[in-house]
Structure formats: C-alpha cells, structure tokens
C-alpha cells in the first residue's frame, strides 16, 4: 500500500494501479493480474463479497446512532467478523453474528460497567435495556461527574437506520440502582441491541464528554429474535361454525315430529 501525495489524487483504476480512500488518506496500490479462480476461491470471494455489503448496511445504520468517535477499524474488523460467520455456519446471516462485536476497538464495555445489561420486550413490542447499578463502574477519569448510557436497535435486513432510547444520565455521586432504557421497535422484527456508555462531566449545569477512548464503549450485548404473531381469534363463540347457503329453517335443530 502507497500513500498518494501528488496534488491530483484519485480513487478507482487508473492503468495498473488502483486508487483507494482509507482512513482519510488517498492510497494506491498495484492491480491485481488475472488469475484462474478455482470453485473454492470462487465461493471465498462470493462469501467475502456478501460480508462486505452486510458489514456496510450494518456500519451505514449504526455509526449515525453512535455518539463515540468513529473507529476507523470498524470496516476490517467487522468485515472479518461477518466472513468468518459465514465460514462457518451456514445461518451467518442472522444477528448473533454480532454479538460482542465492540465499535470502539480501545475499551471492552466489561470494562466499565460493573454488572451486563438484561435485554427484554414489553407488551408492545418495545426493547427495554437494564442496567444494575450503573453508577459502580469499573474504571472512571477522574474528571468525571456523570456517567451517559444509550440503547440502539438495529435490524439490517429490513432498514439501514437503528433506533435508539434517549441517553439515561447516571449521577457517579448518587447512582441510582438501575437504569432501564426504552427502544422503540416493532414486535414483528429481530435486533441486535448495543449498549454505549460515555463519561461526562458537569460544568455550570453544562454536561460536556470526555473525549478519551479509554473511557468510552460500544458493543452489541445482545441478539433479540422477533416475535411470532398470534393467531387471531373469529367471531363468534368458540367451536361454531357458520352454516352457508342452508335456508334458516333448516339451519336449526330438526323437529321431531314431520309437518302436518
């Protein structure tokens, strides 16, 4: 890999050399010459190439919902991530892939947060979050004053944008016992829920955040399956059955006795 530092820069193929942006920085390397494929390098590069599409849907519907500095690492390592799952499993696809998977590759959210947060559903639907004792974190800066915790929901296969509960403000002077964040979400879809924690600090009824990876986590803790829908009961009592086309005097019980 070279780095382009000539006034014109440029992305794409350009004689036999290929330009790409990485990180911010313009680079450049050789093209590729023509190589007989075998069926396994075929089904690695099939595979490799439904990774990278899944990993930019994924990428396209977090990183917008995220309130942490952008990790220019997230591209390889999720892409990894997604053809190594679908390697092994034919199933890769579903969202268990990603659990664990963090998007700040500096802090592990075990890191901070003393207890793992309990992901559930309510009656509509709806993705709740708990987190015990949230204000005993593991390791804090010691400017801090407060702690942020947000929820994000995201379901790549059906939208590119995640839902997220509003950030729950965890006082480290008075911590409460627990923090429960809401998600809004539809029962009928699956969700990979991340958890992201930020320290801020208080400045005159001002809350600023501490800029410092060290002290700053998102990871996916979690994949909720949808919810089957319920069969919907028909009118009517249970056990009868419409009769259809039968003149109402027929439709009744039969008399004993044969008209006169």
């Known amino acids: 890999m070279a780095i ?18 990485r990180g911010g920085k313009y ?27 899944a990993g930019r849907y994924i990428r396209e519907a977090v990183i917008p919902a995220l309130d942490i500095p952008y990790d220019t690492t997230v591209v390889n390592r999720l892409n990894a991530l997604l053809y190594k799952a679908a390697i ?19 802090t592990r959210l075990q890191k901070v947060l003393g207890a793992q947060p309990v992901v559930r559903r309510d009656f509509h639907g709806n993705l709740l979050v708990t ?17 942020a915790i947000k929820a994000i929901a995201l379901n790549a296969a059906r939208d590119r944008q995640a839902a997220a509960s509003e950030p729950f403000l965890v ?3 008075y911590p409460q016992q627990e923090a429960v964040l809401t998600v809004p979400y539809a029962a009928k879809d699956a969700a990979a829920v991340i958890v992201e924690v930020i320290f801020v600090t208080e400045e005159n009824g001002v809350y600023y955040p501490i800029r410092n990876r060290r002290y700053y986590a998102a990871e996916v803790i979690a994949a909720v399956e949808a919810v089957a829908p ?9 056990g009868m059955k419409k009769l259809h086309n039968v003149p109402p005097a027929e439709a009744g019980r039969k008399s004993r006795y044969p008209p006169g």
């Open 4 to 21: 382009q530092k000539t006034i014109l820069q440029f992305t794409g193929k350009a004689g036999g050399m290929i330009g790409y942006r």
């Open 27 to 53: 680079c450049m390397r050789a093209a590729p010459t023509r190589v007989k494929q075998t069926a396994a390098t075929k089904t690695a590069s099939r595979l490799f190439g439904a990774a990278s599409a």
């Open 88 to 106: 092994d499993r034919p199933s890769w696809k579903d969202l268990s892939s990603l659990e664990g998977f963090s998007f700040s590759q500096y």
């Open 131 to 147: 987190v015990a004792s949230p204000g005993k974190v593991l390791k804090r800066p010691p400017q801090a004053t407060h702690l």
């Open 171 to 173: 006082s480290l002077a």
């Open 230 to 238: 319920k069969n919907k009961r028909t009118a009517g009592r249970p």
